[in-house]
């Protein structure tokens, strides 16, 4: 299943749905019209990613996070 965030901005939303629903999302996708804010809720889908691999990698594949995608455009 996908997670839609619209207007999803910096992109925490996003990034806490990747975290809290990571059994139940295959992917959780943020678009977003302002390319700034696009920029940043990439950084953190990247930071967000990082952390989850890391976290598997020293306990179990259970923590990984749900993929994190952001699109710049409009509806």
Do not use: H, M
């Not at 952390?51 to 710049?72: F, G, L, Q, T």
């Amino acid at each position: 299943e996908l997670g839609w965030d619209l207007g999803c901005g910096s992109g925490r939303a996003l990034a806490a749905a990747a975290v809290l629903y990571r059994a139940d999302l295959g992917t959780c996708v943020g678009v977003e019209l302002l390319g700034g804010r696009v920029a940043d809720a990439r950084a953190l889908a990247a930071q967000i990613g990082a952390d989850c691999d890391r976290r598997s990698a020293k306990s179990s594949p259970n923590n990984e996070c749900a993929p994190i995608e952001v699109v710049c455009g409009d509806f």
